[in-house]
């Protein structure tokens, strides 16, 4: 029997005693919809804003150094943001549904053995992505065009932040677990400390003073992997605590390859889907960069307005997650559909938002990183071009969150990943065989978009009810 039959009388078998639920979970399963989910995404704009400003003041820092720095953390980034994303919005999801789904159905010491396996997951994910990107650091920023300046002041950075990435992974790990239990408060002011100080530590670092050495852009990976690391610390005492809905505990702890099957059922394809995500962004990247230094920044500087959308639209995505896994293991099947179109709507709207205003004041974005008149003008082109479609970008990734919290996203991965092929081989084609340069390859990401959108509304269509 699941929680939704324990919170209705008339359902629920009278000689068997309703299961405690915890106050959270009485709120995803019962609330009014748009109203708990909005209250659910509130503190999650504290993340919106937190990763706004680890996107911005790198870049704003960064610049500082010259062109050739700048330039040299753009190859960098997608990755970083790889790493980021699939912590947070790939297999951080994966941790969040699996948890809303055992205390939806009542199985609490389930989902405490979840967090549990969590901490583990965090600390085996992150020494893959050191030794991978440690490795294979620069022959991929090579092949990204790095080369001289350019390619040492990538590899300064990359090495820092990728050396000490286990914060990354295990901040937004812990974030997740907490999430799954309802509470977004907490994790998104940790979050946000943890950006606050990076901004606040990083020009120390960068640019150095006192008795601290100027590190150049090295010092932006240190300051990541600092602050990060203490956001983690913090979420590791609260879930060790008294006070969490579930704890984290390895007193007689013994791991078991059926709840790491669990998160890795969701959260692969998860990772998969951030993967074409950056991959797109990577892709794309060389391609501009083979149109020159210019547009190959122009265009870096203009598709970092979509890291900012991730996380808009992530906001919104946890607590879509949160409500959609709770009502679907409590077999709350209409209610859980209706939240997933809900939050759609609702993330399109905002997404929409933010691309029509800076496709019609391009010069708004683009001049907080650099004052070169060819880069501004390049990357203003792509903002007006694909800025409009950044509604459609936007109900796409909410429904991939809906499919999430559902636990089926194989479609909405595969909707993503014909989205790279669109974007990255229509760019191709309008560049080299129609001759349309720069803005041939934008159009194909705008129309790239159309399709994503299309693409994911079938996806979540096709979701069955379980038996």
Not at 74 to 86: I, T, Y
Request: glycine share 14%; with cysteine.
């Amino acid at each position: 029997m699941g929680i939704g039959s324990a919170l209705n009388p008339s359902i629920a078998n009278s000689s068997r005693p309703a299961p405690a639920v915890p106050e959270r979970t009485r709120m995803l399963l019962e609330a009014p919809v748009a109203p708990t989910l909005l209250r659910l995404a509130a503190p999650n704009v504290l993340n919106l804003l937190a990763i706004a400003g680890l996107i911005t003041f790198d870049g704003l820092f960064v610049g500082r150094l010259g062109p050739d720095a700048l330039a040299g953390i753009s190859l960098v980034f997608p990755w970083v943001m790889l790493v980021q994303h699939a912590a947070a919005s790939g297999m951080g999801g994966a941790v969040s549904s699996a948890i809303a789904r055992a205390l939806g159905g009542g199985q609490r010491e389930r989902a405490e053995a979840l967090a549990s396996h969590a901490v583990l997951l965090a600390l085996g994910l992150a020494g893959v992505s050191s030794l991978v990107m440690l490795a294979g650091g620069p022959l991929l920023y090579r092949w990204m065009g790095g080369t001289g300046a350019i390619l040492e002041a990538a590899l300064a950075y990359s090495n820092v932040a990728f050396g000490g990435v286990v914060s990354v992974w295990m901040l937004n790990l812990l974030a997740s677990v907490v999430r799954g239990t309802g509470n977004m408060g907490l994790p998104a002011a940790v979050i946000m400390g943890s950006v606050l100080g990076h901004v606040i530590v990083s020009p120390l670092l960068i640019f150095g003073g006192g008795p601290v050495p100027a590190l150049g852009t090295a010092g932006a990976g240190w300051g990541l992997v600092i602050s990060f690391g203490v956001g983690s610390v913090v979420l590791l005492a609260y879930l060790r605590s008294a006070r969490a809905v579930v704890r984290v505990s390895f007193r007689g702890f013994r791991p078991t390859w059926a709840l790491f099957r669990e998160f890795f059922r969701v959260g692969v394809p998860g990772v998969m889907n951030v993967a074409i995500t950056n991959t797109t962004v990577i892709a794309l990247t060389a391609v501009a960069g083979h149109m020159g230094r210019d547009v190959a920044i122009g265009y870096a500087m203009g598709a970092r307005l979509e890291y900012i959308l991730i996380p808009l639209a992530f906001g919104f995505g946890t607590g879509i997650v949160a409500m959609v896994g709770t009502n679907w293991g409590a077999k709350q099947f209409d209610r859980a559909r209706s939240i997933a179109w809900t939050g759609g709507v609702i993330v399109a709207a905002a997404c929409g938002a933010v691309g029509l205003f800076f496709a019609l004041c391009p010069r708004l974005w683009m001049s907080l990183f650099t004052a070169e008149e060819q880069i501004i003008r390049v990357g203003s082109t792509y903002l007006q071009i694909v800025g409009p479609a950044y509604v459609l970008y936007g109900l796409g990734m909410a429904l991939y969150f809906a499919c999430q919290g559902l636990g089926r996203v194989m479609l909405a991965v595969l909707a993503n990943g014909i989205r790279l092929l669109l974007a990255a081989g229509g760019g191709f084609i309008a560049i080299y065989w129609m001759s349309a340069g720069s803005a041939g390859l934008f159009a194909a990401i705008a129309l790239a978009f159309v399709a994503y959108a299309a693409l994911t509304i079938a996806a979540l269509s096709q979701v069955k009810e379980a038996k």
